[in-house]
């Protein structure tokens, strides 16, 4: 196996010394928390699956569910048709998503969630009259999926610079990232949120032409588990309000109980007029998303075909009834195991856990919101200067992780949390032991 991947399988994102020269890990299984590779050996799953995983792995309940769907119907199509599974958990999503989001348009990933909200926000305003809003308001250093359109309101020059001549141009706001201020402020009680008074500078400019704003609500995920001040997605909505401005609210990697609430955008008493979901919606069993949206802006899509009023987007698997059968067994498991009760005693544990990381020399910050944290490395704690990216601390304390027995991937120099939320507290005690060791090990050797 280890042999076949070598020679014949393209991994995403991974071609990268340190992993290229490391052993591959072929997971044949999992078990709640572990993932078990080739080899038989154990490694507690501390990227959720890539930010998937809600119950673990193999869940019972979400197994039955596929196996009785598996035998009932595999695949049908919402092209001029419904199927009960999809119909039932277009339900149950409006039942527990912030008031007033009342469509569910089915897709299969969270860039495609993404890629759908902006095409819908940019045909509404076709609609309304107002042919000239067609410009995206983003934000820089976030992520939204690797589609073109998803891409072009990202925010990582890493990822997206070599794809610029495709991409469409969008209008960025300054990133919400305190640690690395962009205006320099480092009091962040006290900064008034300069990244917002910017945002509103280019709002009063641009809105005219502006069809909707892209956010990650209360954490930028790839850009590095960035955490956004509290009220900070509220005075955006408001803002949105103010200029006339569509929000579109990214929860691909935040929604369904991640940050403590089943979605972000409830912590913040808000609803965005488009809302997009995919990851943990079927608690990471199957490809699946979501993009849900207001009376609103459904209405303004009725018309005649012939008006080209009706929206021109739809994929093959949209609305796919295993994975939606898997979706409503795992948002039965939230109900039934008071999941998100569950979770405060760990978030707190994950905390305290979190606030002694901040001891260890070449910790810079820690940032947490619910169950997600972000360590970020950097070479000297005082001046805040990043280790070099030659160096790749965030690869090498990821690799010393595995050799300990817990799976975990970098975002640069930075260590990210994201276990499965059914993680035990003996477990998450394990994980954090070997965080902490193995940033120990690999940043204390080199200096
Ligand atoms: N949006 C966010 C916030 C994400 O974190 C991701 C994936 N990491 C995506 C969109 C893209 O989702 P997918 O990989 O399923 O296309």
């Given amino acids: 196996l280890r042999e076949y991947d ?16 490391s052993d591959p890990v072929v997971i044949v299984r999992g078990e709640g928390t572990w993932i078990v590779d080739s080899e038989g050996n154990r490694y507690l799953d501390g990227v959720a699956a890539i930010w998937t995983n809600v119950h673990g792995h193999c869940k019972r309940e979400i197994n039955e569910a596929i196996k009785a769907q598996v035998d009932t119907l595999e695949h049908s199509t919402l092209l001029g048709l419904a199927n009960d599974k999809a119909v039932l958990l277009a339900r149950r999503l409006v039942e527990i998503a912030p008031p007033g989001l009342c469509k569910v348009f089915y897709s299969d990933n969270g860039s495609t969630a993404v890629e759908i909200s902006v095409k819908m926000a940019f045909q509404y305003w076709q609609h309304q009259g107002k042919p000239e809003k067609t410009k995206f308001i983003s934000f820089k250093n976030a992520y939204h999926g690797d589609t073109i359109g998803a891409v072009s309101v990202g925010g990582i020059d890493l990822y997206h610079a070599v794809f610029r001549p495709l991409l469409f141009p969008t209008i960025q706001a300054p990133a919400p990232y305190c640690y690395r201020c962009e205006f320099g402020e480092r009091d962040r009680a006290n900064c008034g949120m300069r990244c917002l008074k910017e945002l509103e500078r280019l709002m ?9 704003l892209v956010i990650e609500p209360l954490v930028q995920g790839a850009g590095g588990m960035i955490v956004q001040p509290d009220g900070f997605v509220r005075r955006v909505r408001e803002l949105c309000d103010r200029y006339d401005i569509l929000m579109i609210a990214d929860e691909v990697a935040v929604g369904f109980g991640r940050t403590g609430a089943m979605f972000a955008c409830e912590r913040e008493g808000i609803t965005p007029d488009i809302m997009a979901l995919s990851k943990g ?29 009706t929206f021109f987007h739809g994929h093959t698997f949209t609305g796919n009834p295993i994975a939606c059968a898997a979706a409503l067994a795992s948002l039965d498991l939230f109900e039934n195991e008071r999941l998100l009760d569950s979770l405060t005693n760990k978030i707190g544990y994950l905390a305290e856990r ?23 490395l950097v070479k000297d704690a005082e001046t805040r200067e990043p280790f070099p990216w030659e160096e790749r601390v965030g690869i090498q304390v990821c690799l010393e992780a595995r050799n300990r027995g817990i799976f975990l991937r970098p975002l640069g120099n930075i260590i990210v949390v994201f276990p499965p939320l059914s993680i035990s507290l003996d477990e998450l005690a394990f994980l954090m032991d070997g965080i902490e060791a193995s940033i120990r090990a690999i940043t204390e050797l080199r200096t």
Wanted: proline letters at 3%; charged letters at 25%.
């Fill in 204 to 212: 009063e400019i641009h809105a005219h032409e502006v069809a909707g």
């Fill in 281 to 309: 919606i079927t608690a990471g069993y199957l490809p699946l998303a979501a993009t849900m949206t207001t009376q609103k802006i459904y209405d303004a899509f009725i018309g005649e075909y012939r008006e080209m009023k």
């Fill in 354 to 376: 979190l606030q002694a990381l901040n001891e260890v020399r070449h910790v810079g910050e820690v940032r947490q919101c619910g169950m997600i944290a972000g360590i970020e």
């Fill in 6 to 21: 070598r020679a014949h399988v393209w991994h995403p994102f991974t071609q990268m010394k340190e992993w290229e020269e």
